[in-house]
């Protein structure tokens, strides 16, 4: 790049970045993704590290953020609020233990990792254990007294007993839970008014907002994580913690103090798999230096700190533009409108495509070709779009409205009484639901029939041999070995595996049939507790509503299926060839850990290694030596031997501690 563009791109990064933290710390308007925005601030560290000469005075890279706000009262901090290094890359988390470590060669040095809130900082001061004042972060050198708008909204200790110094000051995060959010939301819809992009968002214009008495229905929380007292301090950052929790504060839900890199990056992946059970939005992991004497030779940059750094997660949310709706229909005719929009990267892969549910949802959502749209991706793998920014509408868009007839068969779609979905009645020649249907059946967790895949199922529909999942058990290998794709081999492969699946326990039958909401756990309870399809279909309503966990839906939709004559004869069908409509097994291969392996390695409190493999045995699991594709789960106490478990992190397999694996057995 020539100077004069480098120069050209400095400032129209400094504008961005300035733009957005106007919008976000002045309005508490989000209009970039995190994600966006940290990489715009990364690239102008970058080019100000390579071209220091054209660094700007005041530049975003050396301010913390937020300027101060009209109408509250400007305070400076007794000592600066840094913000945090961030980082999406291991390898930098990794770099910045071994930086530590070597600042230390002739001592012990530990790390304390806890959730990276996503919310908003606050100093709140104490005096003589009363509540005196709350400020925001603000500049990071001054930020607003908000002390009368959390008095409103957020239930802090405001006198405690027994204080550890005169004066004191407490950091940490406000912010806004899920279930919160979610019910705040839920009812501006009903209003009518705009949805609230994320908790942080309404987290800061709910400190920031103009009128106190309004913020009153808001209900934020807070974590603490920074206790400061100038004549009592804390040895350590897990002390301090404690110290916060026994002040009344609450603390992050997890924290952990790790030993090494390795250790970290457990914690890492762990909490990337429980963040979605925790009440608050978690962005990433702070790991920070545990002794606060090392924290304080370690020192800071202008900006934050040299003895922590911030593991941030990939986006999980983004926005994009909507191309295009398409009508999806699933193996149980059940029609879902799909919103397809320009690429863009959710959670670690580039995302095109994200389900706005049912006709209902479409119409709240009350879409136009070219909107601007939120795309989500939460706990589960599938996106969702879950907003619209009405604000940046085309006039000119088309509405998106659903369709009437199925995208496939063109049959007319029908809505059962009070259900949401619409679906196509037309169960015996609607091609995708015939298809989707043989796949579910097949499907690993179900028949388990490797041999049928999708251009297989493709294949026998197309020539007719197969309709239903029956006809499956009919197929003879001459019809099949003329048919293109279908050689000797592959043929007897697939005749083998049809064969095959005549063992597979009934209540893996029940599952493939593919009942509407009948998924494995369900079928897995009908199974044990009728014990055999003949049970099954003379079971009354009443008796089926007394089995734990089914409701009046599953009731409805077992009932309806077995009465439907077209299912009794695939049922009949099933039962002439020979599958297993009984469940004569003991009861054991139903255990929870049933035909699970595990590797168990480090010590733990609750039982020994011996006791804690019999604990697994009992529930129906093996315990194997050593890692292997085979492993389903790694079982982790404290004392964990290090090789097995960066095994079992480079193979993917989920890493379970005591407390975790009680529950599953549970
Ligand atoms: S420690 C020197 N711990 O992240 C800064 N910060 O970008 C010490 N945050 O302003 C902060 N969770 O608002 C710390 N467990 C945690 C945190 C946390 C969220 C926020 C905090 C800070 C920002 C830094």
Known sequence: MKPSDISKEIKR???????????????????????????LLERLTQLEEAHPHLKWPNSPTEVVGERPSKGFEVVYHQTPMLSLTKTYSEIEVVQFVERAKKM???????????????????????????????????????????????????PLPQNIQNPPCDAFEVRGEAFMSKAVFKALNSARKVKGEPLWANPRNITAGTLK??????????????????????????????????LLSALGFSVPPTYKVCHNSVEIMAYIRYCAQYKKDLPVEVDGVVIKVNKLDQQDRMGRTAKSPRWAIAYKYQPERAHSTLQRVTFQLGRTGIVTPVAHFSPVLLAGTTVRR????????????????????????????????????????????????????????????????????????????CLPQLKGGLLHFSHRKAMNIDALGPKTVDALLEA??????????????????????????????????????????????????????????????????????????GATEAELLQLPDIGEKIVQSILDYLKDPYQQTILNGLQAAGVQFILPEPVDTLLPFSSKNFVISGTFQKFTRAECTKLIEAAGGRVLPA?????????????????????????GIPILEEDELIKMMA
């Open 104 to 154: 230390f060669p002739n001592a012990t040095i530990d790390f304390i990792c806890e959730p990276k809130i996503d919310g908003v900082a606050l100093s709140i001061l104490y005096e003589k254990g009363r509540l005196v004042r709350v400020v925001t972060r603000g500049d990071g050198e001054k930020g607003d007294d908000v002390t009368r708008h959390v008095a409103q909204c957020l």
């Open 464 to 537: 007719k041999l197969v309709q239903t999942v029956a006809d499956l058990y009919t197929l003879r290998y001459d019809a099949l070995n003329g048919l293109a794709g279908f050689q000797a081999l592959s043929t007897q492969r697939l005749l083998a595996n049809i064969q095959g699946s005549k063992t597979r326990p009934f209540d893996r039958v029940l599952f493939a049939l593919g009942i509407q909401h009948v998924g494995e756990t369900v079928a897995r309870k009908l199974a044990l507790h009728f014990r055999s399809m003949e049970r099954l279909q």
């Open 354 to 429: 994200a389900s706005l549910y049912n006709a209902d949802e479409l119409a709240r959502r009350d879409l136009y070709l070219g909107d601007t749209i939120f795309i989500e991706k939460g706990g589960e793998i599938i996106p969702k779009v879950v907003g619209v920014d009405r604000a940046r509408r085309y006039t000119d868009g088309q509405p998106v409205r659903f369709i009437c007839s199925c995208p496939a068969c063109g049959t007319l779609l029908h809505r059962a009484a009070g259900c949401v979905a619409y679906y196509c009645p037309n169960k015996q020649g």
């Open 627 to 651: 890692i292997s594709s085979k492993v389903d789960y790694f079982v982790a106490g404290t004392k964990v031997g290090p090789s097995k478990l960066t095994k079992a992190m480079a193979c």
């Open 209 to 242: 907002a103009l009128d106190v008495e309004g913020v009153k229905a808001r209900q934020l929380a807070f974590y603490g994580y920074g206790f400061y007292g100038p004549s009592y301090t804390c040895p350590t950052q897990q002390v301090a913690l404690a």
């Open 13 to 39: 990064l400094v504008g961005l970045i300035r733009y957005y933290n106007e919008c976000y710390f002045q309005k508490g308007i989000s209009e970039i993704s995190d994600y966006g925005y940290d990489q």
